[in-house]
């Protein structure tokens, strides 16, 4: 079976999505992860910018003291701290479900970007998730 990187990525947030809805928010960051970084290879072989290359260009022009390697190492820290096991200082991971409602949300912006919409289940997710956690207040 031949399966094209941007349907792999498609099905990766998909289930991303069904296991944020299950409340598995160590797989969704994981799975979503994996979709994002996948897109965002994509996008810029295809001289488009990833979500990511956009926030990193962003605090280049702000003239962030921050150079854009850092920033990836920040943005990345529980995505890339939930792969590796170096050593025994990486057995226990620092959490928050934040993380993982962001890196499912960068994937399906990248997704978006480079294929111009985003299916149904990734539009409820963005707007139950991401418009819908602006426009309510903290206590609902």
Request: no cysteine; charged share 30%; hydrophobic share 40%.
């Given at each position: 079976?031949?399966i094209?990187?941007?349907d792999?990525?498609?099905?990766q947030?998909?289930?991303?999505i069904?296991?944020?809805?299950?409340?598995?928010?160590?797989s969704?960051?994981t799975?979503?992860?994996?979709?994002?970084?996948?897109?965002?290879?994509?996008l810029?072989r295809?001289?488009?910018?990833s979500?990511?290359?956009?926030?990193?260009?962003?605090?280049?022009?702000r003239q962030?003291?921050?150079?854009p390697?850092?920033?990836?190492?920040?943005?990345?820290?529980?995505?890339n701290?939930?792969?590796?096991?170096?050593?025994?200082?990486e057995d226990a991971?620092?959490?928050?479900?934040?993380?993982a409602r962001?890196m499912v949300t960068?994937?399906l912006?990248n997704?978006q970007?480079?294929?111009?919409?985003?299916?149904?289940?990734?539009?409820a997710f963005?707007?139950?998730h991401?418009?819908?956690?602006?426009?309510l207040?903290?206590?609902?």
């Open positions: 079976m031949k094209h990187k941007v792999a990525a498609r099905r947030i998909e289930a991303a069904r296991l944020w809805e299950d409340e598995d928010h160590v969704a960051l799975l979503a992860g994996a979709a994002e970084e996948i897109l965002g290879n994509l810029g295809s001289n488009m910018t979500f990511l290359k956009r926030i990193s260009d962003q605090a280049e022009q962030s003291k921050l150079p390697k850092e920033l990836y190492k920040i943005v990345n820290r529980t995505k701290a939930l792969k590796h096991a170096n050593d025994d200082s991971v620092e959490f928050d479900v934040e993380d962001l960068r994937a912006i997704y970007e480079l294929t111009g919409a985003l299916t149904s289940k990734m539009s963005m707007a139950k991401v418009i819908g956690s602006w426009l207040p903290e206590d609902e």
